[in-house]
Each structure stands twice: as C-alpha cells, then as structure tokens.
C-alpha cells in the first residue's frame, strides 16, 4: 500500500515580470519561500529528491539543465535532481513525479520547483515559443499558435452550445476579481463587464486576438515561480516540518492526440475526463465533494470546457453556471480563486506548481481576507499541457 | 547537367498516407497503424500509399488571428479546421474576403511559406 503523501511547504513569487532576473534566481526564491513555509532553511539537507519543471528556458532565456543550476543555487548537492518538461503541464507533471518517487520509497521528501521566465523575448516571439508545442508540420509550420487553436475551439463551442462573447468576459471579470484580492497575482486590477463587454468603447479595450477571443479572454505573458515540498506522512521525517500535512488524495494524468483536428470530435477533452476520472477513482470521491478547483484557464474557454470535463456541469452548461454566479468566490463552486492563468497569469513551467500552491493555502486557511472560500475539504487542479493532448489533474485534501 | 535551381521545382503537395494492410487513412502521417499495427518507415514508406491531400472540404471551424509570431508582416491570418471527403481533417490558412462560415464548402490547395526563418514550409490554404 502507498504511503500517504502531504504538502508540508509552500513558496510562491509575485509573478509578473521578472525579465531582469537569471530564471534560477525566480525559482530559487519560491524554493527560499517554501523551505521557510516549512519550517527552516536547514531543512534542504532533509530532500531526498528534487524536480524542477520548466517548459522552455533554452529557448526564452539560452539556460538549460536547471535542476542542477537550482541545486548548485540553493547548496543542496549532492541531491538527486531532475528538471521536468511537458509543456504547460511541467509543473502538475513535477509533482506527479514527486509523489511517484516517495510512493515507490525512493524517497521520503520531494522538493518540486516550477519556474520560467517568459518576458525575456518579445510578445510575439513568446507566442510562438509557446506554439513549438504543437505538432510541427500539422500545426506549427501552418502558423497556427495556441491563441489560434482556442480561437477556433470557442467558435465551435459558441455554435454548438450558444456561448456569447459576453459569457466569455463574466469569466474574465470573475478572474480579475478574484486576481484582485491575491497578493502573488500578476494582474491585481479588478475589471468591469461594462469596460470590457457592455460599454461603448469595450471593443477597443478588449481587442480580439484571435476571434471570438479577445484580449481579456487569454492570460497575459507572465513570468513567475512556484515551490513545494511533499513528505511521506508515514515517515519519520513528517515530524521535521512544523506545517500539517495537505494530502495529496489523488493525482493522475492522460493524453490525447498530439494533433487537435485528429480528435473525433474537437470540442472533446479526453484527456482532462480520463485524469479527473482516475484522481477521483484516487481519492475515492466524485465531482460533487469537491470544494474549489483551480482550472487551466490559458484562455477562459478552458475554464468552461474542462470545468464540464471533469463532471462538475452538464456539457454545453457551464458558461450559465457563470451568469449566475455559482462559481464566483462565494458561490456554490469557486473556481480560479487564484485569478487563474488569465489574472493571476501562467508561467508555463511554474503554473501547474502555482495551481497547487493556492489549493494549499486555501485548505490550510491561510488565503487572503475575501479571498478565502468557506471551510473547503478537497481542491481540485487540472493543469493542461499543449491544446489539451497532456493533462494532470491532482485532488488535494484537508483531512 | 543536373540545374540545382529549378530541380524539385513543382506544385508544393502536402502527404496523406493509407496503410496498404487495412486501409486506414492518416494525416499526418503515423509510425504505426491504429487499427492494424503495422509499422511506417518513415525513409521508405514501405507498405503504406502516400497521396496528395487536397481539393473539396468543409469547414469545421475557423478564427481570425490578430496576434501573429514573429515573422509574419501581416495584420492578421484566418485559420481553419476542414474535414475532407474522404474523412481525413487538417487545419491550415483560409483566405477569402468577409467572413468564413462553419460548414461551408472549400477547397484545399498547398502553397510554400517562408514567414519564420529556416527552410520554406508547406502550408494548406483553404479558400
């Protein structure tokens, strides 16, 4: 039988844009924050294993093999150290990894570390980073990037399902707010359905970037990072760390086709449904007992769709779940308390990391005033690699 | 004499493949059947028909991108998903004046594009 695996330490960086800054640097202030969350600095000696996620430092920052740079950093050698790459998906996959690796006894504390800093280039140039992701010759070489692939999904889902732009920026605002209120957002700027929808000058405010989507509907460049340090509860070692334990309940990941027009049908997310299926299988609880989730909003479609992939809305409902304010803060079923990507922003190699982060304070109790959701049990994160073909979806519990 | 400049200078073409064992139709192209497991040398093709894909489709959906990467002088691109007769989908470029409409008949032909740096790359074009 497994070891029960918990979250001891939890360290976040204000994310926004850290251009000035060596990317080893940003993620080893988030590994500083977590070590003093925890407890103490002194406690690195305690890391039987480190993994590092990041999607794409070679390419935004000409740095590589960061998992030794993050150690080197840090003086914790001779740990064992890996970086992790699945895209947007690196940092849930890191953790993943962090719970395998004391699941299997190889371990008995993990340190997990997500980290990029994407601001180095230009806007443009980050787009199209972030596009290497999708399939070379299918995809990529057709110009297509992933604002282009979310264009075309929300357009679909519009069709078929009667989703409005409006919808679209009730997500926006819910987000902001919620962004508004968390001290490591990047956007901390409420916005108003009036600005950004309703108003007479909203079409020059909220752009379109690839249409239906406008530039309130996709999540800023951002650069940032996120830390944790998982414990086998079992251990002896639990005992060095003054936090409680957060239970990792369930954790698991599924992929789809890496091309999105060779899915049957495009607006379908298998692999969000078959992780969400296996965690809670995990956990040993559905849909309905989770509290809050915080879900990979690159572009606020997704917040809709993999908010019904995961069993929480009927398909084709969420967007009114919205209108009528269920997943607001204080409604039935927060989501994105965060800000998520689109407010709180998305570092790809540190968000999957971020995500979980914010379930810890929230289960701990510990998120700002106005911010924190009424005595919550299990948090749910889903963080999306690619245009949904690598997704981790992790439940965490408050036991 | 063998001319370098003109030699491979033909109408650009964009591979589907058919795995000659079952039929299954792949774009692009796979290293191993779905359906029958067979295996795809991808320096011979060996055991599998590669054919043009191209001509009628339908529109499946469709956006107008404004935020174009690097490389790309344009002010914006539209992008489509198609579905063609034979049930194969792709996405590539449309172009046209106005707006596309979801379910209407185009047709898919092959041009080279050189926006980003490197070697030109084949691109679909519905229109």
Redo the contacts between chains.
């Keep these: 039988m497994a070891p029960r695996i918990g979250i001891v330490g939890a360290g976040h960086c204000r994310f926004g844009n850290s251009s000035d800054y060596d990317v080893v640097d940003v993620i080893a202030y988030s590994v500083n924050a977590a070590f003093r969350d925890a407890g103490g600095l002194n406690l690195r000696k305690e890391v039987d294993q480190v993994f590092v996620a990041n999607m794409a430092a070679g390419l935004f920052n000409r740095e590589t093999a960061l998992a030794s740079a993050v150690i080197s950093r840090m003086d914790m050698e001779p740990c064992p150290a890996e970086l992790v790459e699945n895209g947007p998906a690196s940092g849930a996959s890191a953790v993943k990894l962090g719970y395998m690796a004391i699941a299997s006894g190889m371990a008995d504390v993990v340190l997990v570390a997500g980290g990029e800093v994407m601001r180095s280039v230009t806007g443009w140039e980050s787009t199209d980073i972030v596009a290497t992701m999708a399939h070379k010759e299918a995809e990529y070489n057709m110009g297509l990037t992933l604002p282009g692939f979310a264009g075309m999904f929300t357009r679909l889902y519009m069709e078929r399902y009667g989703l409005t732009e409006r919808d679209l920026a009730l997500v926006a605002v819910k987000d902001h707010d919620n962004a508004a209120k968390n001290t490591y957002a990047h956007v901390q700027i409420p916005v108003t359905i009036d600005a950004i929808a309703d108003g007479p000058n909203a079409d020059v405010v909220n752009n379109y970037v690839a249409e239906p989507l406008r530039m309130y509907s996709t999540c800023p460049v951002t650069d940032g990072s996120a830390a944790l340090i998982l414990v086998n509860m079992d251990s002896p070692k639990a005992k060095l760390f003054k936090k409680k334990p957060i239970r990792i309940a369930g954790i698991a990941s599924a992929t789809d086709t890496h091309c999105v027009h060779n899915r049957k049908d495009p607006l379908v997310l298998d692999a969000v449904r078959l992780s969400a299926e296996k965690a809670y299988t995990m956990a040993g609880i559905g849909p309905k007992d989770i509290s809050f989730a915080e879900l990979h909003d690159a572009f606020v479609i997704f917040e809709l769709i993999v908010s019904e992939e995961v069993g929480f809305f009927e398909r084709g409902t969420s967007f009114l779940a919205v209108r009528k304010h269920e997943t607001d803060l204080n409604g039935r079923l927060p989501i994105n308390t965060s800000g998520g990507l689109k407010a709180k922003g998305h570092p790809v190699g540190a968000t999957g990391v971020s995500q979980i982060f914010e379930l810890v304070r929230q289960l701990r109790g510990e998120a700002e005033e106005g911010r924190q959701v009424k005595d919550p049990r299990y948090g749910m994160a889903v963080n999306f690699g690619g245009f949904g073909n690598n997704v981790v979806t992790t439940i965490l519990a408050r036991d | 004499m063998v001319d370098f400049s003109v030699y491979g200078e033909q109408t650009p073409h964009i591979s589907a493949f058919r795995c000659e064992k079952c039929g299954t139709l792949y ?2 192209a796979p290293m191993v059947c779905r359906k029958c497991d067979s295996i795809r040398d991808p320096t011979t093709n060996k055991g599998w028909e590669e054919f043009d894909l191209e001509g009628p489709c339908t529109l ?13 002088n344009r002010k914006f ?1 539209m ?3 198609v579905e063609f007769e034979n049930g194969l ?5 449309v172009e046209m004046v106005g707006d596309p409409q ?1 379910g209407m008949k185009l047709t898919a032909t092959t041009i080279e ?1 050189d ?2 740096p490197g070697k030109p ?4 074009v519905f229109s």
């Design positions: 774009y692009p499946l959906t469709w956006t107008r991108v404004w935020n174009l990467p690097e490389g790309f691109l992008f489509g998903m989908r792709a996405s590539g470029r979801i594009a926006e980003r790359v084949k691109v679909f």
